[in-house]
């Protein structure tokens, strides 16, 4: 079958990744006989410096007419330091993510079995956790209205809001998770401050009812925190707003032992977006050391999303295999770490040759 892939490197090691995932996806359209039409596309810092714009029409163009998005990193210091930017690189995300209508990020966190010790927590602790977070995308904090300064810009101010179409669309999503896996929903929330968690935490109320099928439980984010790392294994479906589930699904990539190994899908309305939880990385740009199972995964996502079951499963399995062989790079090596490309080189080979690898 033909497919038509967008893809958009971004910036720090996000082309160096995203390569390997390119190596792997062709790999696949070799063996199973597909064939992915690629169309690279700016974003980020590198779409600001080539175009103005961190998120141009452009690219968004590209995204629109794919059937799936491959997307690396963006981010870059120039811009961190700076509170004056006028356009920063993370403002391309979240316009991609709302003008695509994103409105769910999907992170799985598993542990693999090779790389249990890695993890700072105990063994006992991780292993066997498998859990997901669903985290809503596109509105709170993030996007609400008024945000900015006062004239004398002495106060600094942002607005939290969700309509209850956003809370219901979210959970309705995360239910559909939970029914598909062990039938558990933890809602997190901060119900007991907020006025936006208790509209979430009414609405989940509700919507519970109609889902007999699923033990729903409610939490607060401050106590999830906790949970999370405490007793990961009793979580199966995680749903929260937008800012508790970007710092909650960064604290709960410890438990794989590296944050360069969990992907992401996000979905909405438009095109779905496939990339790594893990940011630019600029440290290691063009060193050719970054960890790339994230994006791999993240690839095996976009082969699910595509209905490509078996050749999605072939992924993951090249690269327990490459984990098993040791074929790793420096973040997760114990004795010799591997290139980036090595490691792409390598996955790619695993699929087509196995024999060789
Ligand atoms: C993420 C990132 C982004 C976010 C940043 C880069 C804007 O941390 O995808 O989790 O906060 O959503
Ligand atoms: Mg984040």
Not at 78 to 83: A, E, L, V
Not at 117 to 140: N, Y
Not at 170 to 179: G, M, P, T, V
Request: charged residues 25%; hydrophobic residues 40%.
């Amino acid at each position: 079958m033909d497919f038509k892939i967008g893809v958009l490197p971004g910036d720090g090691i996000g082309p160096e990744i995203v390569e390997q995932a390119i190596k792997v996806l062709k790999a696949v359209g070799e063996k199973y006989n597909h064939s992915f039409e690629l169309t690279y596309a700016p974003v980020g810092a590198t779409a600001i410096d080539q175009l103005g714009d961190p998120y141009p029409e452009s690219t968004h163009e590209v995204c629109m007419n794919s059937d799936a998005v491959l997307f690396g990193a963006i981010g870059d210091p120039k811009y961190d330091n700076d509170p004056k930017a006028k356009v920063r690189p993370e403002q391309g995300l979240l316009a991609m993510r709302k003008k695509l209508g994103l409105y769910a990020n999907i992170r799985p966190v598993t542990t693999f079995q090779s790389l249990i010790h890695k993890s700072p927590l105990r063994q006992d602790i991780v292993e066997g956790a498998d859990f997901v977070v669903v985290r809503e995308l596109t509105g709170g904090i993030y996007f609400g209205q008024p945000r900015g300064r006062t004239e004398d810009l002495k106060t600094a101010f942002d607005t939290c809001v969700y309509t209850v179409e956003e809370i219901d669309r979210i959970l309705k999503l995360a239910y559909s998770y939970a029914e598909k896996r062990n039938k558990r929903l933890t809602v997190v929330d901060k119900a007991n401050v907020l006025g936006t968690s208790r509209l979430w935490r009414e609405v989940a109320q509700e919507m519970e009812k109609s889902y007999t099928d699923v033990e729903t439980d409610y939490m607060f984010v401050d106590n999830a925190a906790m949970q999370l790392i405490q007793w990961p294994k009793k979580f199966d479906v995680m749903v929260t707003e937008n800012m508790f589930g970007d710092i909650l699904s960064d604290e709960a990539s410890v438990i794989t032992g590296s944050l360069g190994l969990l992907p992401s899908a996000s979905v909405g309305t438009h095109t779905s977006v496939f990339e790594p939880i893990h940011g630019s990385y600029p440290q290691a740009a063009g060193k050719d050391i970054a960890n790339p199972i994230a994006t791999v995964l993240s690839a095996a996502m976009l082969l699910e999303s595509l209905d490509l079951l078996e050749e999605a499963a072939a992924v993951r399995k090249a690269v327990d295999d490459s984990l098993e062989a040791k074929v790793v790079t420096e973040d997760i090596a114990e004795g010799k770490a591997y290139k980036t490309s090595e490691v792409g080189d390598w996955l790619a080979q695993n699929l087509l040759e196995p024999s060789l690898t």
